[in-house]
Nanobody, 120 residues
Framework: QVQLVESGGGLVQPGGSLRLSCVAS????????MGWYRQASGKQRDLVAT???????NYTDSVKGRFTISRDNTKHTVYLQMNSLKPEDTDVYYC??????????????WGQGTQVTVSS
């Protein structure tokens, strides 16, 4: 089974920074797009940022200029550098990956979620 394990969440003051990491492990052929999503209690899961296997990035408007998504294909890891954090960034953040197997099949996988709290 493929697993996505997240780390790096925590409590930070407004204006502070955090870096989230997500490592994919298991048996697979390749990883296409990876991304970060966030979800508040009782709300839908919303896109934060995505990055393709070739390095093309996409961000939701509210985080542009503050967050940076990157990946290390050798380590099967995606990162989210979060700067100038605001209280409204408080959410559970989930890693996502489009995994491709040797059979040609693709499946969407999610990390376990990590809490990010921005508060004084």
């Amino acid at each position: 089974q493929v697993q996505l394990v997240e780390s790096g969440g925590g409590l930070v003051q407004p204006g502070g920074s955090l870096r989230l990491s997500c490592v994919a492990s298991g048996s697979f052929f390749s990883i296409n797009t990876m991304g970060w999503y966030r979800q508040a209690s009782g709300k839908q899961r919303d896109l934060v940022a995505t990055i393709t296997s070739g390095g093309f990035t996409n961000y939701t408007d509210s985080v542009k200029g503050r967050f940076t998504i990157s990946r290390d294909n050798t380590k099967h890891t995606v990162y989210l550098q979060m700067n100038s954090l605001k209280p409204e960034d408080t959410d559970v953040y989930y890693c996502n990956a489009d995994i491709r197997f040797h059979t040609g099949r693709g499946l969407d996988y999610w990390g376990q979620g990590t809490q990010v709290t921005v508060s004084s």
